[in-house]
């Protein structure tokens, strides 16, 4: 039965591993600090505790984290994995990307590896090169793996919970900064949402803005900013990347007649260029030049305010929009 409770966003996700647990016998967590410490952000904090053995942590390995996440779930477990950073990813890329993508395809559908792969990215305060990749175009690129950046506190729930359910591998991307906000109502314990959805967080005539992760409420701040100087944006929040929602942008976008795309990640070989790129495809007339706006294509240095300086915020992303679209017939 469904009932609602406020919750930060950190405890969303817990919430919903404990529902997950408690649901599906076969449901294993485990990782690095996931276990007996609660992970290291406290997000599995007391779940060894009700669990068991199926809440464990592991050695610093994550090649061996992945690759019996897969053979897990080929026995039919069905594995969450968490992978601290996603940076430690790019080291166990052939259990994901050889093995996990293809057990689906390779095996006729007999044998899929539904792991689920929960793991953080985007900057934060001195976590430097190594801590602060955007990596979804990367896996985006992989036929077969499933991805889903959930930012609001039910979308972290509702995500893992889809993603439990699905027959392919899913990476779900959190975000750090995020797991210690507000408390904002969730909704627990109903139906698993179908994968793919988007979410309108601003109705709008003159350009459609699309985002995806934390940077969308960087967005939607400069959504006020340019409805002061007179231009209403529309905002569309991507939450899942694999499958994505592009009927709700192409909808969108054939109303406003004018795209820009905003991301954490560095601009070259960004998701934003395979939206801009659909959207062109489908034919739909612009009004003006679509807009990319992210990080520039430099590593992420330690020092705060020069972070600050290269991450798409409300005023250079409000900036950006207002001048590429300044002059142009509505």
């Known amino acids: 039965m469904a009932e ?7 405890e969303a996700v817990n919430a919903a591993l404990v529902r997950l647990l408690a649901e599906l016998p076969e449901t294993l967590l485990y990782g690095e600090d996931v276990a007996k410490p609660g992970g290291v952000f406290g997000v599995t904090r007391g779940l060894r505790r009700r669990f068991g053995d199926r809440v464990f942590d592991t050695p610093i390995s994550e090649a061996a984290i ?17 992978i601290m950073w996603a940076d430690f990813s790019l080291v166990a890329l052939d259990q ?21 792969v929960r793991t953080q990215q985007g900057t934060a305060p001195g976590a430097c090169a ?12 992989v036929p077969g793996l499933r991805l889903v950046m959930p930012r609001t506190a039910q979308d972290a729930y509702d995500a893992l919970v889809s993603a439990v359910h699905s027959p392919d591998p899913v990476i779900v991307v959190e975000n750090r900064t995020l797991y210690f906000g507000d408390k904002a109502e969730v909704e627990l314990g109903g139906a698993a949402r ?6 309108l967080r601003r109705p709008g005539r003159d350009v459609t803005v699309v985002s995806w992760g934390k940077v969308t409420g960087e967005v939607l701040a400069a959504a006020e900013s340019l409805a002061a100087g ?44 395979e939206v801009v790129a659909r959207v062109a495809e489908s034919g739909v007339s612009l009004d003006a030049a679509p807009l ?8 992420i240095p330690a020092a705060p305010a020069l972070v600050g300086g290269l991450l798409p915020g409300a005023a250079s992303i409000a900036a950006q929009i207002a001048g590429r679209i300044s002059g142009t017939a509505h």
Do not use: C
């Not at 499958?243 to 954490?264: C, G, I, K, N, Q």
């Open 66 to 82: 992945l690759g019996s996440a897969v053979g897990a779930a080929l026995m039919g477990a069905r594995p969450i994995v968490e």
């Open 130 to 141: 190594q801590h602060s990749q955007s990596l979804e175009a990367l896996f985006l690129h």
């Open 194 to 199: 179908p994968m793919g959805w988007s979410q």
């Open 4 to 10: 609602t409770r406020k919750l930060k966003y950190g």
């Open 230 to 273: 007179g231009i209403d944006a529309e905002v569309i929040e991507l939450t899942w990347l694999n499958p994505v929602d592009m009927d709700a942008v192409l909808a969108s976008v054939a109303r406003t007649r004018r795209l820009a795309v905003v991301h954490e990640a560095n601009v070259t070989g960004g998701f934003g260029a």
């Open 292 to 299: 990319r706006v992210g990080a520039p294509d430099v590593r």
């Open 96 to 116: 994901l990307v050889n093995q996990a993508a293809n057990a689906r395809y390779v095996s006729r559908g007999t044998a899929p590896a539904p792991i689920v």
